[in-house]
């Protein structure tokens, strides 16, 4: 895995076409597509939070291959769990899947080989999951999905402690890791002045997403939010892009 150094031309959408067409002829032909959302995320945090996440870790994630661009993130996703809070926009996974099968099928159109899916909100991870065996069938293009939730709330967690947070958060979201995520992408983002405590006690997520958050927590925060840190955001993004620039390693080179 070669790692580059921040370039813009890593994003899909800084490109031109001839840009584009010049990255596939020289050989980046993996695209990351992260699938976010637009709903609440507290007092504290913007609606975009599961977006800004996308769009740094793809960026992130690319940069640690050093032979793939960074495609937008889709937007929004399956927030109806979400929907008792102001401002959250929502669609049916129908329509998320949807949406996945025309990214993939457009980029696969275009020549890139692989194509990996990277949710970034708790609700997409079974659309993901369901739809992505689909199109790898009809598409030529390998179809990777990175949709283990456990798995990046652990990683959410490693990179609370090796940020020096001893935190744990049985669910993620709005509290601790997500605000010092926020923190270390655009810390002028974070309403410091409105952090609040929310839900702190054990929780499945399938509650969460059969009963919605409002039944859980009136402040639409799950945890702490008190503890973020830049710093520990920074350990967050980067260990979760780096365990996903060697999954898609792995994946790309089993075939």
Known sequence: MTETTNDSTVELTNCTWTDVETALDDGRRTAIVAVGSVEQHGPHLPLIMDTLAGDELARR???KLGDA???PTIRPGCSGHHMEFPGTITIPATTLMDLIRAYCESLDEHGFEHIALVPTHGGNFAPVNT?????????DANVI????LSNLMELQNEGLRAGGVEYQEDVIHAGAAETAMVLAVDEGLVRTDELEVGHEDEISVSRLLSEGFKTITENGVLGDPREGTAEAGEEILDAIATAYAEWIEAERDAI
């Open 61 to 63: 994630i690319a940069e």
């Open 69 to 71: 661009l960074a495609a």
């Open 131 to 139: 739809v992505a065996p689909e199109v790898a069938r009809e598409v």
């Open 145 to 148: 999905e990175l949709a283990d």
